[in-house]
Every structure is written in structure tokens, then in C-alpha cells.
């Protein structure tokens, strides 16, 4: 069963537009929720995250959304560049004295010139 | 320069054999984790030292061991290995394994068992 649903898995967007990323989680306990961005050949990388006391987090051209109602969270990219071509995970993890992460399956998106 | 060193970058096994996955951190941090990344999962949880305990072991399988002779350092032997255990292994590091903390990942060791 997997915890962390990641939507969609690829997706293209044209230089200076808007990308939208989505995630579901299903576990209630969950309430830190990380993005991280994944280069070819590198490991994956901090982007931003938000925790469930939150609903929004911004950081330069990257924010990210939390509804705990609906269990869903989101990252938005404005003015998306080529340099934004990744893989874009989503993870969660419900805190306490346990830093594991559970991650979604991830969204390779790339930014057209 | 990297601050996670991860040997080798790629590794080639073949079906029954063992092999050990180095990991280092210059971080200074001190908790380190293994993460497994194959074709058709998402990035896994393996598992968590902190100061050099375990404190989180999510693999089922015992042929993964982790091993931690310093600090610093976290390895991973792999014994009777199968070509399912084809992946990337990623090794990361906290501050001190407590919730919500940023993970560092190093580049990775890509496995490939034949």
C-alpha cells in the first residue's frame, strides 16, 4: 500500500510558466511533508518543506500547499526555468523521535526553452 | 566537494555473492540512514543510526547489514545478493535523527546484480 501518492509522474511545462506538483498522503499521523529535488546522477536534495500546523510556505519561486483536511499538499514553481528539470519527490514523516521519511514515486518534470 | 562520500558509484555483483557499500560523512552530523532507490518504488527507508545505535530498521531482509565503525561512518554489506536487489542505494545524514530534520543524500552506489 503506498502511503505517499504523487500525481502526475511527468510533466513538461514551457519556460516562464507555472508547474504544479500533488500529493496525498493516507496516514494522520504524518506532519512534516519535504520536497526534494533530484538531479541525474545526484542524490536527492532539500527544496522545501512545510509542517501540518501550516498551510503555506513560500520560498523565492517554490510554495508549497498543505490542506490536512484532504490530505493533499502541492508545490508550485512560477516561472519556471530549465534549470528546474528534475525529479521532484514528495515525503512525509510523522515526527516524534523518528526521522524516517516515506516518499511518493516522484514527478520528472522538464522545462522547455 | 561532496560532504557524503559514497564508494563505489557503480557496482557489479553476480547472483549469490556479497559486497559492502561505503559511506562516509564530513557533516559533522550524527545520525546517518540508508535509502534504497529501484526502478519501480519509491525511494525506501532502509535504515537510521544515531550516535551510532540503530534506531530504525525497516528492512525485512537480515542479508542487509549496516555497519558503523565510526561515527562517520555507515556501510552497508549486502550478503546472498539477487538480482531484485538491483538499485540505488542512497546514504544520507542528519544532525541527530530527531523528526523533521533536513537529510543530506550522497550521489549514491548504483547495484546492479547479474
Known amino acids: 500500500q503506498q502511503q505517499v501518492r504523487q500525481s502526475p509522474q511527468s510533466l513538461t511545462v514551457w519556460e516562464g510558466g507555472t508547474t504544479v506538483l500533488t500529493c496525498s498522503y493516507e496516514d494522520s499521523t504524518f506532519n512534516y511533508f519535504p520536497w526534494y529535488q533530484q538531479f541525474p546522477g545526484e542524490g536527492p536534495a532539500l527544496l522545501i518543506s512545510?509542517?501540518?500546523?501550516?498551510d503555506k510556505k513560500e520560498d523565492g519561486r517554490f510554495t508549497t500547499f498543505f490542506n490536512k483536511r484532504e490530505k493533499k499538499l502541492s508545490l508550485h514553481i512560477i516561472d519556471s526555468q530549465p534549470g528546474d528539470s528534475a525529479t521532484y519527490f514528495c515525503a512525509a514523516s510523522a515526527g516524534g523521535s523518528n526521522a524516517k521519511l516515506t516518499f511518493g514515486k516522484g514527478t520528472k518534470l522538464s522545462v522547455k526553452s | 566537494d561532496p560532504k557524503i562520500i559514497q564508494k563505489p558509484k557503480y557496482l557489479v555483483a553476480v547472483t549469490g555473492s556479497e559486497k559492502i557499500l561505503i559511506c562516509e560523512q564530513y557533516?559533522?552530523?550524527?545520525?546517518m540512514y540508508w535509502y534504497r532507490q529501484s526502478a519501480k518504488k519509491p525511494l525506501e527507508f532502509m535504515f537510521s543510526?544515531?550516535?551510532?545505535?540503530?534506531?530504525d530498521n525497516q528492512t525485512a531482509s537480515s542479508r542487509f547489514q549496516p555497519q558503523s565503525s565510526k561515527k562517520n561512518h555507515l556501510d552497508l554489506q549486502i550478503t546472498a545478493l539477487k538480482p531484485d536487489d538491483s538499485a540505488t542505494y542512497f546514504c544520507a545524514s542528519s544532525q541527530d535523527g530527531t523528526a523533521n530534520e533536513r537529510l543530506f543524500f550522497g550521489h549514491g552506489t548504483k547495484l546492479s546484480v547479474l
Open positions: 512545510i509542517l501540518s500546523v501550516s
Open positions: 557533516l559533522g552530523h550524527n545520525a
Open positions: 543510526y544515531s550516535y551510532q545505535k540503530l534506531m
